[in-house]
């Protein structure tokens, strides 16, 4: 069973980079790594997906050290919107169950 | 435009009048989940569908149905809701239920769920 483990909380501010680390011990081989975010009340949207090394999308970049044991959301300069929940998910063995875990709830302040 | 819809978006009920809340996607998903989330506890999953006719027992189902009869719907039933199932509700889908690529789930707008 696939597991993740992140922070559970982060503090920044407007204009700062912001990394979220992500251990995930056990992943499998064939295992995609996914972000989201979950803004309060609402469902959780898809931010970035990666595999190994470094992806990058108008969003975020996500890094992936070589042993894929761990990954790390950066997100860019942040503003204020972007205080909101982040999970980590690694598919569950058999890849049929998600858990998403309790994320890193991210506040951003002026 | 691409979307999972869920109906009703806000529910308020009594102990043991039966449910159902519907979920609906456009995107020819294979998979299909239900979660709810409950403060400090995250999101849990309910139940999910690896495609038609197929359904499996996420990490809370007790005292919940659910049916896949066709690839676009996927209903949550509540046979006999109790208080300790309000709760907010998300539906999502997703290409495909493995650990590749095309894992990434998209969301329904939630349904909350009051059970007095």
């Known amino acids: 069973l696939a597991k993740t483990t992140q922070p559970i909380s982060m503090d920044s501010y407007e204009g700062q980079e912001v990394n979220i680390t992500c251990s995930h011990n056990?992943?499998?081989?064939?295992?995609?790594i996914t972000w989201y975010q979950q803004f309060p009340s609402q469902g959780p949207r898809f931010i970035i997906q990666?595999?190994?090394t470094k992806v990058t999308n108008e969003v975020a970049s996500l890094f992936i050290p070589a042993d894929r044991k761990s990954s790390t959301l950066s997100l860019p300069r942040v503003s204020l919107s972007d205080t909101a929940v982040y999970y980590c998910?690694?598919?569950?063995?058999?890849?049929?169950?998600?858990?998403f875990g309790k994320g890193t709830m991210l506040l951003v302040s002026p | 435009e691409a979307q999972v819809t869920q109906n009703p978006r806000y529910l308020i009920t009594v102990t043991g009048k039966k449910l159902t809340v519907t979920c609906s996607q456009n995107?020819?998903?294979?998979?299909m989940s239900w979660y709810r989330q409950d403060p400090g506890l995250g999101l849990r999953q309910i139940y999910y569908s690896m495609n038609v006719e197929v359904t499996d027992k996420g990490d809370v189902p007790e005292g919940y149905k659910v049916s896949r009869k066709e690839k676009r719907n996927f209903p949550l039933i509540l046979e006999s809701p109790s208080p300790n199932q309000t709760s907010l509700y998300f539906c999502?889908?997703?290409?495909?239920?493995?650990?590749?690529?095309?894992?990434?789930?998209?969301f329904g707008p939630g349904t909350r769920l009051t059970v007095l």
């Open positions: 990666g595999y190994k």
């Open positions: 056990n992943i499998a081989t064939n295992d995609y």
């Open positions: 999502a889908s997703s290409l495909s239920g493995s650990g590749g690529k095309y894992n990434e789930q998209f």
């Open positions: 995107m020819n998903h294979e998979y």
């Open positions: 998910l690694v598919p569950d063995s058999g890849y049929s169950t998600l858990t």
